[in-house]
């Protein structure tokens, strides 16, 4: 059994390949929603939404996000109306938000939700909120405290991070299963996503860590290749909280509880001072761009641990 | 100022004639909301929409509701999900029906969301539902008792009608105006919009009844033409609940608050038998299959309440 704790596009690709690599029924992904949204009164879960929708093959491969080949006569028409239209929501992507605010009213749970949407998709792999409750991320900068969607997508990220506030999270409780999963599975897999706004709300839900620390195993692969984020802002939001925007800070972040940090090749010369601070490296090719790449990234992580469990079963022996 | 008692599709036809006649400002439209329903946690009010897109200018004149070359992307995927899909949503049409529910879930009644809606059209008129309450018309067959869009759209009108239940009406409050657009207002007009189901609510609400008798001038326009509805089930209606399914039929059901009566030169042999219970009769061609018969029928009711209301000055003086 994996674990992956998962952001957006980044993790939702990690996932797919890992997909092909172990049996689906065999990973369980708990899911970012600090970035949840209510636009139009319905509730947004981007970083689930991505998840599924990429675990359905019906993701937009382009964009990232959205189903492909999607229309967005609705938002055009709510444009008209005089809404907000900031935040994209095409036709077909309405059908889920619709579904999940449906249920949401009627009283059921994110986790409910989520997996009955799952079910719909006939996705084999599960698909957890880290929490059910509404733990939205806010982001601190020059010009004031912004809900995570307006800084990200209304304002396009540019506006420089002095503070992410995840207090929200911390004042939450983990999602049925959360806890479980991280603490049971053979190893948690810290997606590919950025470490302040998609990871770092799931490790500050109370009893993540806890949870980690006695996890048997944990990975993670860098979402920083050659001092640059594969995609978002992760790079300006390391060096705008003071660190260095390099895979090297990143494995920095996570070292108290990492065992193995999966490094892009570019990035080979980080290895020995990463491995000084007491984390293993693993070094393979971490960009994503086909079908091939994601598996192999995959299949190196898994043969990783593997090798690791082996390694732990000969000591003990 | 005239007031029009509204269904949906011929009185939204009927209302758009009005309009090029005498100037839209001077239109107060009370409509129906017996059929409104609930289709994905949104509220949907297919008469009020029907007459707000008519009065917009974006009708689809073919189908006779919803919007002119609407996509159905967004029920397509609804119907992927699982979810029941009979009640026909268009991707443009949803925006209204998430603007509205948005704001009624804010805490707006449905007169202002409605006046809201109207303005982002640039709607001259006024349109007011019958009534801010939720005021289900049922339908009760010999099979049961139906919530009114499931007996006229997902059973398409196959099951005979045995009794209209208006007691969600009989126990609602008018909405703020409804009153006084009836009693204060040169003349009410009652679309052509069939009796039981569009018309029989409105005068259901408490107090409308009351209103009717105090107004200056009541026509109505018949929805039955050679004994046979314009649109929908009213003829079948009239026949299941025990009445002749002709133009004088109806005629006699609105005779205790009726002066004038507008029926179509098909029926023009009725004429006497209507007059003889004390109505006058207006006889023209009912059929509105163009913007010129939209326009030529709103001109004749018009010039025939003109005509009464000079009689009546005449007669006063």
Chains 1, 2 share one sequence.
């Not at 993790?11 to 949204?37: M, W």
């Not at 509730?43 to 999607?70: C, F, K, N, Q």
């Not at 944990?218 to 060096?239: H, N, S, W, Y």
Request: hydrophobic share 45%; aromatic share 6%.
């Amino acid at each position: 059994m994996l674990t992956v704790l998962a952001g957006g596009v980044g993790a939702a690709k990690f996932v797919d390949g890992l997909s092909a690599v172990v049996p689906p029924e065999e990973i369980t992904v708990i899911a970012n929603t600090g970035d949840d949204a209510s636009f139009h009164g319905l509730h947004i879960s981007p970083d689930m939404d991505t998840i599924i929708y990429t675990l359905a093959g019906i993701i937009d491969r382009e964009r990232g996000w959205g189903v492909a080949g999607d229309t967005f006569e609705c938002l055009n028409a709510l444009r008209m109306l005089g809404e907000d239209a900031w935040f994209q929501l095409g036709d077909r992507d309405l059908a889920m938000h619709l579904r999940r605010t449906r249920r949401l009213h009627e009283g059921a749970t994110l986790s409910e939700v989520t997996r009955e949407i799952c079910d719909s998709f006939h996705i084999r792999s599960r698909v957890i909120p880290m929490t059910d409750a509404l733990a939205p991320t806010l982001i601190r900068t020059a010009e004031g405290t912004l809900p995570f969607q307006e800084y990200f997508v209304k304002l396009q990220q540019r506006l420089e991070v002095l503070e992410i506030d995840l207090s929200a999270a911390r004042a939450s409780r983990p999602a049925p299963g959360v806890l479980e999963a991280i603490r049971d599975s053979d190893a948690v897999i810290l997606a590919p996503s950025n470490p302040f706004i998609s990871i770092g709300p799931i490790l500050a839900i109370p009893g993540v860590g806890e949870a980690l620390r006695a996890a048997s195993a944990i990975a993670a692969v860098t979402p920083i290749v050659g001092g640059k984020a594969l995609k978002g802002p992760a790079d300006r939001m390391l060096k705008s909280l003071g660190f260095e925007p390099s895979a090297g800070a990143m494995a920095k972040l996570y070292r108290d509880f990492l065992d193995l940090f999966v490094l892009d090749r570019k990035d080979e010369y980080l290895k020995p001072s990463i491995e000084r601070s007491g984390v293993r490296v693993l070094v393979t090719d971490t960009i994503m761009n086909s079908a091939a790449s994601k598996q192999n990234l995959a299949r190196s992580v898994v043969e990783a641990l593997q090798r690791r469990w082996e390694r732990g079963h000969h000591a003990r022996t």
